[in-house]
């Protein structure tokens, strides 16, 4: 299995709601990542998981949290977001050392209205 | 110094012709270049990837070329086709920095039949 799954596909949230965004994978990765990628824009990292621990934060604001309560899931905690932050958010994993592959997931197109 | 920068920003090319994305590096601290691709709605995925002691590297018809001196490494699209249509990344990558990419602004590219 050499995939990432994310869910959901889509998701439409007014600036008070309290959301979600979850990623899965089942290869044995111990790195795990949250992207955030503007239209015809290329990826922008955010945060970087190495064995379960927040490795890298690039100071993305307080009201995007995020979770890696194993090393397969990974999730992302929505709150009190703003309309620019409306984008296509990416999850990857690859393995924890240097220089390796990173899986991408679809992705979860996030609308903040 | 962590930029690394990518042209064209988009490129029409007739079926079965050569396409040419070129990137630029300024931090020698980068150790591997992996190139990604990416269509409408999904998700990049790894096309191929050199280290910098390799001035070439060829898969099908996907070839990046690696000039070290220069801080410069291409890839060429052989007998493009219409399926490659899609959006082209180069990155660059940290030696010791937790698998981070960095990502060049993207390449659009169109292959018209």
């Known amino acids: 299995d050499t995939e990432v799954t994310q869910t959901p596909k889509h998701l439409v949230m007014g600036m008070t709601n309290k959301k979600s965004l979850k990623c899965e994978q089942h290869?044995?990765?111990?790195?795990m990542y949250w992207y955030k990628q503007k239209a015809k824009k290329p990826p922008e990292l955010m945060f970087v998981y190495s064995y379960e621990k927040l490795s890298i934060n690039e100071s993305v604001p307080s009201r995007f949290s995020p979770e890696c309560p194993n090393s397969s899931l990974l999730n992302l905690h929505l709150h009190a977001l703003q309309p620019e932050d409306s984008a296509l958010y990416l999850c990857?994993?690859?393995?924890?050392?240097?220089?390796?592959?990173?899986?991408f997931g679809p992705g979860t197109r996030l609308t903040v209205l | 110094q962590q930029q690394v920068k990518q042209s064209p920003q988009s490129l029409i090319v007739q079926k079965g012709g050569i396409s040419i994305i070129n990137c630029a590096y300024e931090?020698?601290?980068?150790?591997?270049f992996p190139w990604y691709q990416q269509f409408p709605g999904k998700g990049p995925a790894l096309l191929i990837a050199?280290?910098?002691?390799?001035s070439e590297k060829k898969e099908g018809r996907f070839t990046i070329s690696f000039n070290k001196s220069a801080k410069q490494f291409s890839l060429h699209i052989m007998d493009s086709q219409p399926g490659d249509s899609a959006t082209y990344f180069c990155a660059a990558v940290f030696s010791g920095g937790y698998n981070k990419l960095i990502f060049g602004a993207g390449t659009r590219l169109a292959v018209h039949p």
């Open positions: 990857a994993s690859s393995q924890a050392r240097q220089n390796n592959e990173q899986f």
């Open positions: 931090n020698t601290a980068f150790d591997y």
């Open positions: 290869m044995g990765h111990r790195a």
């Open positions: 050199i280290r910098p002691d390799v």
